[in-house]
């Protein structure tokens, strides 16, 4: 099959075969910016010539065949990742083609783009959503159902000694047509629902941090299981919620760039950094304040999910709250209110054990 080079087909490949990469050490460097702060370049670091060209290739190739096979059936989607061949311990990338496993395709796929080597995958369909199913006790990271839509439950806490699951406030808004953080509708009352099982109310909201709690039903209604309660953990993650990251922690991880995890139920687990710290005018009514921006993708659905640090010290695993995730960016990246300010100034409680 022929090759796919960068306006169209042709015979374009590398000078150095992706498959016969030198694991020698290579001479020829050039230097990238990795850091920016305020658009100036605060760190750099050397990287093999060879590797950053190819990598620009892979890129380049990537978008180039998804643009042709977009609308091909049976093609799930088109990535760039690393492959096996490296040069100085780089490892050099590849295109890859999802194609569905049950349907497969007719389309015309090439064996290298632009020089780029390409890898064929065949999968299940993308899933919409995770965490969607029912959890008994209900944690963190699941999905949580209103008449006016889907969201993400945030987490266990205790507030005024009882014990309430946190989520986004708008999911829970009467109105279909305002699912905002802006509203200044009353959610209290909206029945919660868990994949279609009914199990409690809003209690509480909090429209300056975009949160509302859910009680869970002392009765059970008919035709519906009795659940235990909430649970201080949150799905898939080892450890219980053992507290929050204050504001000098939050201070630090910013500084040092150091990971904050997020889970919500169209994206899934996704990792990222603190990008910024900030107050919102919302509207002229609500004002949202000490909000954290972080770089984890934010999807519609995934509204109310947490956003923690996870720990692990003396053989165990730590998770502390840094805030919930209830707004995205232009670029998908997560905005929500921390932790700690709803700890300082609602009392709410992160370690409910």
């Known amino acids: 099959m022929k090759s796919l080079g960068a306006i169209g087909i042709s015979g374009a490949g590398l000078n150095t075969a992706i498959g016969k990469a030198r694991a020698t050490p290579s001479r020829d460097r050039v230097r990238i910016v990795t850091?920016?702060?305020?658009?100036?370049?605060?760190?750099?670091?050397?990287?093999?010539?060879?590797?950053?060209?190819?990598?620009?290739?892979?890129?380049?190739?990537?978008?180039?065949?998804?643009?042709?096979?977009?609308?091909?059936?049976?093609?799930?989607?088109?990535?760039?990742?690393?492959?096996?061949?490296?040069?100085?311990?780089?490892?050099?990338?590849?295109?890859?083609?999802?194609?569905?496993?049950?349907?497969?395709?007719?389309?015309d796929i090439p064996e290298e783009v632009d020089g780029v080597p390409v890898a064929i995958t065949r999968r299940e369909e993308y899933q919409d959503t995770y965490y969607n199913g029912n959890y008994d006790p209900v944690p963190g990271g699941v999905e949580q159902n209103s008449s006016t839509g889907t969201a993400t439950s945030t987490a266990r806490v205790d507030y005024g000694?009882?014990?309430?699951?946190?989520?986004?406030?708008?999911?829970?808004?009467?109105?279909?047509?305002?699912?905002?953080?802006?509203?200044?509708?009353?959610?209290?009352?909206?029945?919660?629902y868990q994949s279609d099982d009914y199990y409690g109310h809003v209690k509480h909201h909090f429209q300056d941090y975009d949160a509302a709690l859910t009680n869970i039903e002392a009765d059970d209604q008919e035709g519906q299981p009795q659940r235990d309660g909430f649970t201080d953990t949150i799905v898939d993650e080892n450890g219980y919620i053992e507290g929050y990251v204050d504001s000098n922690g939050i201070d630090d991880m910013m500084a040092n760039n150091l990971e904050v995890r997020k889970r919500g139920i169209t994206t899934g687990p996704t990792t990222g950094v603190i990008e910024e710290y900030l107050d919102n005018y919302c509207s002229t009514s609500v004002t949202r304040r000490s909000l954290l921006h972080v770089s984890n993708e934010q999807q519609s659905g995934d509204s109310g999910g947490p956003v923690y640090d996870r720990d692990y010290f003396e053989g165990n695993y730590y998770l502390f709250m840094v805030s919930l995730a209830t707004q995205a960016t232009g670029a998908s990246e997560a905005v929500g209110s921390t932790a700690h300010s709803m700890a300082n100034n609602l009392g709410i409680q992160w370690r409910t054990r």
């Not at 986004?168 to 279909?176: I, K, N, Q």
Request: with cysteine; net charge neutral; charged share 30%.
């Open 35 to 107: 850091h920016r702060s305020k658009g100036e370049p605060v760190r750099t670091k050397q990287v093999p010539k060879e590797w950053f060209e190819q990598k620009e290739r892979a890129r380049r190739g990537q978008q180039l065949l998804f643009n042709r096979l977009e609308e091909s059936s049976g093609v799930l989607g088109v990535g760039y990742g690393p492959s096996n061949a490296a040069v100085d311990n780089y490892r050099f990338f590849e295109v890859r083609v999802h194609v569905d496993r049950s349907e497969g395709t007719n389309a």
């Open 161 to 192: 000694g009882n014990l309430y699951l946190m989520g986004a406030r708008h999911l829970w808004v009467d109105d279909p047509n305002v699912q905002d953080s802006c509203s200044t509708q009353d959610p209290t009352g909206e029945n919660a």
